[in-house]
């Protein structure tokens, strides 16, 4: 079992930066492939990025290629988005996923690929 807890939303202005942290808990946490999605006011939730366990390959939504950044620090059991350029229409609750797969298969851009998932953190992006 592994635990997700998100932390660093909050409000900004149209061009500012947020870096949002999700913690987890378990000793495996290495292994697992992490990913963020987020849903906005009406919409599905959506795939935002991912970074492998195994070899920490990173992937991107096409929208969102080079305004984000997936990072992770294995050592403190923690993934990171960094947020910049950041929209209107970035507003929405990011949520943190995990997925016990560590290798490339195709389902990290799907929620369905994913077996744990965080509570969310909000983003607010004012014009």
């Known amino acids: 079992q592994v635990q997700l807890v998100e932390s660093g939303g909050g409000l900004v202005q149209a061009g500012g930066s947020l870096r949002l942290s999700c913690a987890a808990s378990?000793?495996?946490?290495?292994?697992?492939?992490m990913g963020w999605f987020r849903r906005a006011p009406g919409k599905e939730r959506e795939f935002v990025a991912a970074?492998?366990?195994?070899?920490?390959?990173?992937y991107y939504a096409d929208s969102m290629k080079g305004r984000f950044t997936i990072s992770r620090d294995n050592a403190k059991n923690t993934v990171y988005l960094q947020l910049n350029s950041l929209k209107p229409e970035d507003t929405a609750v990011y949520y943190c996923?995990?997925?016990?797969?560590?290798?490339?298969?195709?389902?990290?851009?799907?929620?369905?690929?994913?077996?744990?998932w965080g509570q969310g953190t909000q983003v607010t992006v004012s014009s």
């Open positions: 970074i492998l366990g195994r070899g920490g390959n990173t």
């Open positions: 996923a995990a997925s016990a797969s560590s290798s490339y298969n195709g389902r990290h851009a799907y929620t369905g690929g994913y077996d744990y």
């Open positions: 378990g000793r495996t946490f290495s292994y697992y492939t």
